[in-house]
């Protein structure tokens, strides 16, 4: 998934401290939309802590050729922790509101409106390969934010895709959240986490605050790691069932670990996706994303 940052009028730019930290859980690349006259500029492919730091730099001399300063802007940043498409400097969001693949792709474009998406758009989904066997990193050449601004966002005026019940709509239909930036300001469709005046997609802006290991546990509940599996987490078993010793590993983990919220399984925080405004494992999150399960879910 990805992070999405908006900040408004009258805002400074993010501090370094937590541009490093975000880039360190996502990624996979970052890019900067903000607003240049009465037109937008996206510029992006950042791919290291140092890119990332240089094209905060080239945003605000950008700025200041206008003769404005920082906080006379409206901006949005995009971290990306890849899910559809390769990891490259051109899939890196925002993308301007454009049918043309060239724009799309563009490290330094201007545009009318710009578009940060988090989510996955299933219909353009290469997360799954058609044999059984799944790869996190599909090294596809469709990233399904471009794909869907092609197909339909690019055909809507803008005073349409402003419009609260079509920017709704788009949003429940794709189980997505997106930030739109133009002239006139930020639009946000989804729903955005309101932090000191900044908009965040989800809560993974947020330093993390480890959780001891039997924190909120039932009562006779041990976790345990599995030896076939190195160091991922398979669950818990209770602590009076036996388990087969050679799956025993180090007995009750000594670390930190987060509970998913659908199946209530235990894992470790690196190995937990969020969809649909949930923290998940990994297990619940292919079969609720996953196009085959979902169509026997629905009973097609």
């Given at each position: 998934m990805c992070l999405i940052i908006a900040k408004s009028k009258g805002l400074p730019f993010p501090p370094k401290s937590d541009m490093?930290?975000?880039?360190?859980?996502?990624?996979?690349?970052?890019?900067?939309?903000?607003q240049e006259g009465d037109r937008v500029r996206v510029i992006k492919g950042a791919m290291s802590h140092r890119s990332m730091h240089k094209l905060v730099s080239s945003a605000f001399k950008y700025i200041g050729k206008q003769g404005k300063q920082m906080e006379d802007v409206d901006l949005i940043i995009q971290f990306r922790a890849a899910v559809t498409g390769k990891v490259c400097k051109?899939?890196?969001?925002?993308?301007?509101?454009?049918?043309?693949?060239?724009?799309?792709?563009?490290?330094?474009?201007?545009?009318?409106?710009?578009?940060?998406?988090?989510g996955?758009?299933?219909?353009?989904?290469?997360?799954?390969?058609?044999?059984?066997?799944?790869?996190?990193?599909?090294?596809?050449?469709?990233?399904?934010?471009?794909e869907f601004i092609k197909d339909y966002i690019c055909h809507l005026d803008q005073s349409t895709l402003t419009n609260p019940t079509i920017m709704d709509m788009i949003s429940t239909l794709t189980y997505s959240k997106f930030a739109l930036l133009d002239a006139s300001g930020i639009h946000y469709m989804?729903?955005?986490?309101?932090?000191?005046?900044?908009?965040?997609?989800?809560?993974?802006?947020?330093?993390?605050?480890p959780k001891p290991v039997g924190t909120g546990l039932p009562t006779g509940v041990t976790v345990y790691r599995s030896a076939d599996a190195g160091l991922d987490v398979r669950g818990w078993q209770e602590a009076n069932d036996t388990l087969p010793q050679e799956r025993v590993r180090s007995g009750k983990i000594h670390g930190v670990m987060?509970?998913?919220?659908?199946?209530?399984?235990?894992?470790?925080?690196?190995?937990?996706?969020?969809?649909?405004?949930m923290h998940m494992c990994g297990q619940c999150y292919r079969y609720y994303t996953n196009p085959i399960d979902a169509s026997i879910k629905q009973g097609v």
């Amino acid at each position: 998934m990805c992070l999405i940052i908006a900040k408004s009028k009258g805002l400074p730019f993010p501090p370094k401290s937590d541009m490093k930290r975000w880039f360190n859980k996502y990624p996979d690349g970052v890019g900067i939309a903000f607003q240049e006259g009465d037109r937008v500029r996206v510029i992006k492919g950042a791919m290291s802590h140092r890119s990332m730091h240089k094209l905060v730099s080239s945003a605000f001399k950008y700025i200041g050729k206008q003769g404005k300063q920082m906080e006379d802007v409206d901006l949005i940043i995009q971290f990306r922790a890849a899910v559809t498409g390769k990891v490259c400097k051109e899939f890196c969001h925002p993308f301007p509101i454009s049918p043309n693949q060239a724009d799309l792709d563009s490290l330094n474009v201007v545009t009318n409106a710009a578009l940060a998406h988090n989510g996955v758009i299933s219909m353009y989904s290469n997360y799954y390969s058609v044999a059984s066997v799944y790869t996190y990193y599909d090294m596809g050449d469709v990233n399904d934010a471009q794909e869907f601004i092609k197909d339909y966002i690019c055909h809507l005026d803008q005073s349409t895709l402003t419009n609260p019940t079509i920017m709704d709509m788009i949003s429940t239909l794709t189980y997505s959240k997106f930030a739109l930036l133009d002239a006139s300001g930020i639009h946000y469709m989804g729903k955005f986490i309101e932090d000191g005046g900044y908009y965040y997609s989800n809560d993974g802006y947020k330093p993390y605050v480890p959780k001891p290991v039997g924190t909120g546990l039932p009562t006779g509940v041990t976790v345990y790691r599995s030896a076939d599996a190195g160091l991922d987490v398979r669950g818990w078993q209770e602590a009076n069932d036996t388990l087969p010793q050679e799956r025993v590993r180090s007995g009750k983990i000594h670390g930190v670990m987060e509970e998913c919220e659908v199946c209530g399984d235990w894992n470790y925080p690196d190995e937990m996706w969020e969809y649909a405004e949930m923290h998940m494992c990994g297990q619940c999150y292919r079969y609720y994303t996953n196009p085959i399960d979902a169509s026997i879910k629905q009973g097609v």
